[in-house]
């Protein structure tokens, strides 16, 4: 097996079950809408089903159409991945550690999908009760790390053409 695939599966795994085992212990020691105060005035955990995409996004869209969305698009997003994978440099070990976070929240927030028809979520930020990020869980922590680097490696290869061109 080709050394990034390895790199990939082990690392996308990994998310993928610390992912699991998150949910399965809110799911199993909270009530829907329960909290547990962790760091007074700043983050809780607390038991929110997302019924919608990152952020609640698509959440109040009609059922039928949410539904089939959610169980289409994550398949081709990681296709996508894996396309895109394919193309890496093996010793590109940036791009292939942020794919596979992307890869793993995917596959990780899928596992809801399928099993529950909405994604548990359960890291709760907020300034004192005032201000409130909306909750989220580690696939998505991992699929935002993912992007993130991503974004900062084309940010700084695009840096780089411009200066070449100067």
Not at 140 to 149: L, R, T
Request: aromatic share 16%.
């Amino acid at each position: 097996m080709n050394k990034k695939y390895l790199i990939a599966s082990t690392l996308a795994g990994a998310i993928i079950a610390l992912d699991q085992l998150t949910k399965i212990l809110v799911l199993s020691r909270f009530r829907l809408g329960e909290s547990y105060t962790i760091i007074e005035n700043f983050f809780n955990l607390t038991f929110v089903k997302n019924f919608g995409a990152a952020f609640g996004f698509l959440s109040q869209s009609h059922p039928q159409f949410r539904e089939i969305f959610f169980l289409v698009m994550p398949p081709a997003a990681m296709v996508v991945i894996f396309i895109l994978l394919k193309g890496v440099r093996k010793d590109d070990r940036t791009q292939i550690l942020a794919l596979s976070s992307i890869l793993g929240g995917a596959i990780g927030n899928y596992i809801d999908r399928l099993r529950f028809r909405y994604v548990v979520d359960f890291l709760d930020f907020h300034w004192f009760n005032q201000y409130s990020w909306p909750a989220f869980n580690v696939a998505d922590s991992a699929i935002v790390m993912g992007v993130g680097v991503l974004m900062y490696q084309m940010f700084l290869e695009g840096r780089q053409k411009n200066t070449v061109k100067n």
